[in-house]
């Protein structure tokens, strides 16, 4: 089993910056990647980004050059930094961790951008 706990989500200005954690506990030697996704209102859930367990990492057309995911080894905890956040981004943002036999979800971190 999986543990994921996310933080750092809030209410931001257009064009400001959030930094989303997500802090993984259990057994973690299966997890091959590890992502986050958003679902807002009304759309269905989407992938923002991922990093798998060698490092590469790949993001949404929509999130390409404003946000970066990385992590901490030591810690077991990947973040997500949100630059030149927009409206368009408000949603609840999900950490997920993949294993060949499934995948784990955490509670989700609400980002909402309004001015």
């Known amino acids: 089993q999986v543990q994921l706990v996310e933080s750092g989500g809030g209410l931001v200005q257009p064009g400001g910056s959030l930094r989303l954690s997500c802090a993984a506990s259990?057994?973690?030697?299966?997890?091959?990647?590890m992502g986050w996704y958003r679902q807002a209102p009304g759309k269905q859930r989407e992938l923002v980004a991922f990093?798998?367990?060698?490092?590469?990492?790949n993001y949404a057309d929509s999130v390409k050059g404003r946000f970066t995911i990385s992590r901490d080894n030591a810690k077991n905890t990947v973040y997500l930094q949100m630059n030149s956040l927009q409206a368009e981004d408000t949603a609840v943002y999900y950490c997920?961790?993949?294993?060949?036999?499934?995948?784990?979800w955490g509670q989700g971190t609400q980002v909402t951008v309004s001015s």
């Open positions: 997920n961790a993949k294993e060949f036999s499934g995948g784990y």
């Open positions: 990093i798998t367990r060698g490092g590469s990492t």
């Open positions: 259990g057994s973690l030697s299966t997890i091959y990647v």
